[in-house]
């Protein structure tokens, strides 16, 4: 029995891997993934929620380079390796976006950045605070290699830091939806009678309410935020995993080993997750996967609405809505680069879908 178990995730798992697009997708979630857990430490913005605003530099192409002056500040980090490394940096230091600069007399001579052919303001710095080796990184040259957002922040950090929310949301929601889903389909499926008959009016209920719809009325009654989004979206997603377990549970407590299995006493419990819920979660892990794709697009939308994550945390469905207007201003790529981010971690969730949907299916 054992081998025979062992044999058939072999054969899954060899005809998955000679599916290009499934291994693709794959492979493109899992770096997906790498990205933001480690989005800190890839971002150019390293402070908190890449949050750092330069005005001055507002609405840039994508490879747009400044000087930039950055004036250290008397106040102390104390943050730990590890709290900058996932959760960025408390920034005490002042940017200020500049065209030109001299050093003269220990003071430094300095013009601030001006858009449209305008001349900035001539400001100067004392430098007799500074150290030599402070003085000569006191200037540098900044690239923003996806450009700036309408506030002036790197587009490319805010992206990384983003895709936190979309790659997590996926997780947790899913994790919800099981928790619930395989628990009242596990019961409706095993024990039927009336108790089926609750339960399946809870989902026909459930299921009538449109997601959206649902969705916002949970946010609004657990509060804006990051962590009751997840909820939310998690809530709502759990009535097709348990209509798909009821009716794979209902099938196979027929079978003959359940019935062996009750022969020998064992508990209702044991029974389902011992015995059934394993032989019947192959279509449970294809409707994850498509549970992970609209999770995403859910939480998009939410932040789209601005119900979803708060600024000024990073989302990809927030930065379309604070920029989609631009798409008839002539710079359409600030709502292009964060819509074409979703678009591939869904289709990457979606092809895995039915990658995995083919390898399981043990007619083929």
């Known amino acids: 029995m054992i081998g025979k178990t062992q044999s058939l995730k072999q054969l899954a798992l060899q005809k998955f891997k000679h599916n290009f697009w499934g291994v693709f997708s794959f492979c493109f979630i899992i770096l997906v993934g790498l990205v933001s857990v480690f989005a800190y430490v890839l971002a150019p913005d390293h402070s908190q929620h890449a949050n750092q605003m330069h005005l001055s530099v507002h609405s840039k192409r994508p490879g747009f380079t400044v000087k930039m002056l950055t004036v250290p500040s008397q106040i102390k980090n104390r943050q730990n390796f590890i709290d900058k490394v996932f959760f960025g940096t408390i920034n005490t230091e002042t940017e200020i976006p500049i065209s030109k600069s001299k050093i003269k007399n220990n003071t430094l001579l300095y013009t601030e950045y001006a858009s449209d052919g305008l001349i900035g303001e001539e400001k100067q710095l004392d430098l007799k605070a500074f150290s030599v080796s402070e003085i000569s990184e006191l200037v540098s040259p900044k690239t923003f290699h996806l450009g700036t957002d309408k506030y002036g922040r790197d587009v490319l950090s805010r992206v990384l830091v983003g895709a936190r929310i979309s790659f997590f949301i996926g997780f947790v929601a899913v994790f919800i939806s099981l928790i619930i889903g395989l628990s009242l389909g596990s019961i409706a499926g095993y024990y039927g009678g009336k108790v089926d008959a609750v339960i399946m009016w809870v989902i026909n209920v459930t299921w009538s309410i449109p997601t959206l719809l649902l969705v916002i009325a949970i946010t609004l009654a657990l509060g804006k935020g990051f962590w009751q989004v997840f909820i939310a979206v998690g809530l709502t997603m759990w009535v097709e995993v348990a209509r798909v377990v009821r009716g794979q549970i209902i099938s196979a407590k027929e079978m003959q080993y359940v ?53 000024p945390m990073a989302s990809w469905g927030a930065m379309i809505k604070d920029h989609y207007n631009y798409i008839i201003l002539g710079k359409p790529y600030l709502a292009i680069i964060p819509g074409f981010c979703i678009m591939s971690l869904v289709m990457a969730f979606m092809l895995i879908g039915n990658a995995l949907r083919d390898a399981l299916d043990v007619k083929n």
Do not use: W
């Open 259 to 311: 019935t062996a299995a009750r022969a020998l006493g064992y508990t209702d419990y044991r029974i389902i997750t011992k015995h059934i819920l394993p032989n019947v979660m192959a279509p449970v892990i294809v409707i994850c996967a498509a549970n992970f794709a609209s999770a995403i697009l859910i939480e998009s939308g939410l932040s789209f609405l601005g119900i979803g994550a708060q600024p």
